[in-house]
């Protein structure tokens, strides 16, 4: 595709349900990155990918978190029981070309 | 602990001044900096700097890094309207995988 793609682009969520949210990388890109951004933070690190594996999984905030990608394309980042303090846009990013990486327009999550 | 470090967190301006960003960091494993400039969600890449001394150059944006000092500045001259947006540095460190560091990020804001 043209861009970095990522579904929902808002999501609002009752306190204690699963969401699931999906991001489509640049196509032939090797490498994709979740963050995190709450409301007035910096950008935050959640995990990294290089192919279908995750040699970085340290910026994941808890146990409630997880990604998986297959297939070396398709991420899907999965919050499970949410809480208020998961609230923050979602970020993906995809790189072939080292560190020079390809946001998308990010899932706007909202726990209530 | 890896830090970033910017500086100001928020400037606002008028149209034709020129601005000087700052960004600080302190990590161990240093491989690169990157600047980025976020409008509404997904930041968009403007420089990657791996070298001391060399300044990269973008029409009026240009920006150059000082591993001496652990920092880098991006200059912005005759500002218009549309950079009013949030400015982001990372920093690029590998611990087995490469990571990206965030700052908290400068809130530019240019005045008619």
């Known amino acids: 595709g043209a861009g970095v793609s990522q579904s929902p682009s808002n999501k609002v969520t009752e306190k204690g349900k699963d969401v699931e949210l999906r991001c489509d990388p640049i196509?032939?890109?090797?490498?994709l990155y979740w963050y995190r951004q709450s409301l007035g933070q910096g950008l935050e690190f959640l995990i990294y990918?290089?192919?279908?594996?995750?040699?970085?999984k340290s910026g994941l905030p808890s146990d409630r978190f997880s990604a998986e990608r297959t297939g070396g394309s398709v991420s899907t980042l999965t919050i499970q029981r949410t809480q208020q303090e998961d609230s923050a846009v979602y970020l993906c990013?995809?790189?072939?070309?080292?560190?020079?990486?390809?946001f998308g327009p990010g899932t706007r999550l909202t726990v209530t | 602990e890896d830090k970033v470090v910017q500086s100001p967190l928020s400037l606002v301006v008028h149209e034709g001044d020129t601005v000087t960003l700052n960004c600080s960091y302190e990590?161990?494993?240093?491989?690169?900096l990157l600047w980025y400039k976020q409008e509404k969600k997904a930041p968009t890449f403007l420089f990657m700097l791996?070298?001391?001394?060399i300044e990269k150059k973008s029409g009026r944006l240009s920006s150059i890094l000082d591993k001496k000092e652990l920092s880098s500045i991006l200059n912005i001259t005759a500002t218009q309207t549309g950079d009013s947006a949030i400015y982001l540095c990372?920093?690029?460190?590998?611990?087995?995988?490469?990571?990206?560091?965030f700052g908290q990020g400068t809130r530019l804001t240019i005045n008619p």
């Open positions: 196509s032939g890109h090797t490498a």
């Open positions: 990590v161990t494993n240093f491989r690169s």
């Open positions: 791996t070298s001391s001394g």
């Open positions: 990918f290089q192919g279908n594996s995750a040699p970085d």
């Open positions: 990372a920093v690029v460190i590998i611990q087995g995988a490469q990571k990206l560091v």
């Open positions: 990013a995809s790189s072939f070309v080292a560190y020079e990486q390809y």
